[in-house]
């Protein structure tokens, strides 16, 4: 069961400040979205609005074509994993995970059947009799999880699901996670300030940038083509440069310290352009010449803090080859990775 | 080196206190169950052989109802403190707001005012309810409600049960079911905790009682106050230990419960 | 505004503020109205307090008793409340509930225990007689040194466990880094525990302080040279029906208490 949710105009304060702005967004049943920005953009402010644990200054939320903005909390069928999991300490697990539906009156067989089914699928089946004090970390995200999907929700939110997570724990229960989603096929929304999470866990992704909505779109759309250069930052922060685009033949090129670099055809005039490190490479005879300034390895790759006609970047190589300061090496730009930034508010994008 | 002097300093310090507290406790539970002709403390001896129970039982004969009526003057103020207080401390415990601050002082007001003055001022404004005890009754409450309420208080503003009754909240529960199945269960400890309190400070309640009794309604720390004034030791010794047989219990209990209320909400995930 | 959907309204409030109202701000009005209700008006009827020696003088023996068993409670039993509130020892919670236990007693019980070991034929006096040959202290739960004995056993109690209570209170980190640091014992309880101490202090010193000055039980049993003003209070308003000037009289304490109360809490205000 999952809803078509509508934030409509959304406003809502928190300790006094404006904490979301006019925002408008909708989600698409059985669609997952990941909801991203920096500490203090309003994401928590606006799950817990969804949520109904908070009540919004201006504009509506709609479920299925429902206004549901006046419906509190425990009307609105919502599934809450809050960051701190939450799990009440004095219930078994099987008792958090079946709390939702013990206050919807369902039949304890029932209950217990929907308890364990979960259970088994979130790999919690073993701990049922035990309390929250008792398990990992990890185990207690989960419990959660299974506790605000017990009810099959119309629409689940999850706060910062990993955060508290070591990378390693993180990445099993991020499998975990999306594997649940998948079943239960509920429309999800999950807020996190991990900028790869956003682009991973989510079909559709919305940036939100002091409680206003900055872009929304695919993960594709918002890593390679960002609208804005706070959007363009976030999601991989890089060398900024300022070129000039001409043409050459039927294609176009722009001039920078690190080579030629080839952009859509058409592109003419001034361009800005963002250099991410993983869009300049190491190339063995073409390519511009480089200085080495510093290296640090890092198990999986080395970053490379170069330097050329006085202008410094970065970029990642394998880490297999050795480098020292001072070295000098070859470099190049791949057009597939370069993102091109909106020049000024109001003129059109080259390219 | 200065350290250990230090804490050696504090311990003699704790140790002088013990004594100063226990000592004068011991004497008089020892008084009312021994001969005391030995320490001298009876101006007035009893000169038949009388058996040390003997005294408790003439004590109970005497002020048996004045121990009763404490008791269930005590009874009365814990149930009020309890329905009127629980509301207040759950307000109190989750908002901030001027009117809940203005009631926060209100509350502890009494407690900087002489009882004394209370007692008069009750008096005065309700002369028709001092035959019932009615006003005694809320002169006691007076003093024990700020004491539960900051109990309670602490209880439910206990760190995540905030977020744990929205957790709730949000999987479905009605306010009643938050209240029977979260709220309740955790902050009975702090509760409990406070509803002893207010026993305790009914029980040994004198200032008010003193000056707003009635010949019917008579407490027990009144009643001790007479064994004194008639000056035999080992019924006033008697009637102490009673007292203290009382409310030892109640603090005893709340110190465990106190202890227990920490530890579980170590717990919390 | 955003405003939380899971909170109590005000109408919680509700009966704890109807039940201060009725009990507590209503009996109040009717003690400045009685006070005034005589003949010879309010401020008269105050000033008469001051003005007739032996209420005056109960006044400020009040006062300067209250003041100093306040400073002696706080100063006997501050090293103890950090040891309660920091060390593990074993009879720890045994030594709390030991020390807690004249929270129950009325003034009226720790009057009859000082007399029990302070009186004309006391315990301590006895025993005097017996291993030195002089009664010691005999009779002296009835004058001044009695009396303060007797109100600071009594505050004991409090001030031990609100102490206690701040002292646990304390970040035991910040005392840490200070001797990192190289912050000398005397350095650290002077820079560090004792401003984050102050508020708790000066709290406790004000309650014990309008605790001890309202006291009534312990010095009607003791006082028969030594003059307080609850017992006078008492005595105009029961034996003499002097209403007035015992409400004149019981707006003093309570007002006494209550600056200084609100001097402790101003004195704090920042800290």
Redesign the interface.
Known sequence: MSARVEIRNLSCSFGGQPAVRDVSLALEPGTTTTLVGASGSGKTTLLRCLAGLLAPSSGQVWFDGRDVTALPAEARGVGLVFQSYALFPHLSVADNIGFGLEVRGVDPTERRRRVSDLAEQLGVAKLLERKPSQISGGERQRVALGRALAYRPVLLLLDEPLAALDPNLAESVRDVLLHAIEIERTTVLLVTHDRADALRMGQRVALLRSGALEQIGTPRELYRTPRTEYAAHFFGPGLVLDSVASHRGNISVAETPFGEVSLQPGSAGPVRLLLRPEALRLSDCEGASARVRRASYEGNRCRLTFEADGVTAQLEASPGREFACGDQIRVSIDPDLLVVLPSAPGLPRAG | MAERVARGLAAILLVVLLVVVVAPLLIVMIGSVVDTSLLGLTSESWQEDVSAWSWFSYVLDLYGVHLARSAWLALTVVVSACLIGFPAAYALARRNDAFSATVRVLLDAPLAVPGLTVGIGLLLAYPWGRASGATLAAGHLLYALPFFVRAATNALSAAGLAELEEAAAAAGASALQRFRRIVLPLARPGLLAGALMAFTISWGEFNVSFLLATPTTQTFPAALYLTYTTNSFPVAAAATTLFLGAAAPALLLLQRVAAAETARFGEAA | ??????????W??????A??I??????????F??ASDSSKGFWAELAQVWTRNHTRRALLNGVVLSAAVSTAAML??L??A???AR?RFRGR?T???????????????V???A???LGR???IP?LSQALFGQPYGSGLAYALPGLFLAYL?FE??RA?LSLEAAFAKLDPELDAAARTLGAS?WQRWRRIKLPALWPALAGTF??TF??S?????AA??LSRRFFVL?VE??TE??AFSN?AA??AM??W??SI??LV?WGAARATADG
């Open positions: 505004m955003g405003r939380s959907n899971t909170g109590p309204s005000l919680w409030l509700a009966p704890t503020a039940f201060l009725i009990a507590f701000i209503v009996p109040v009005f009717f003690l109205e009685m006997l039993c090293p103890p950090q040891l309660l060390s919670d030594s709390r509930l030991l020390l807690s236990l004249p929270l129950a007693f009325s003034g009226v019980i009057g009859f225990l007399i029990v070991m034929v006391g315990v006895t056993f004991i109690p031990v014992r004000a309650t309008a605790v000055l309202g006291s009534f039980g009607l049993i609850p209070i008492f308003f029961t209403d015992a409400c019981a707006i304490l309570a208490s209550a109360s």
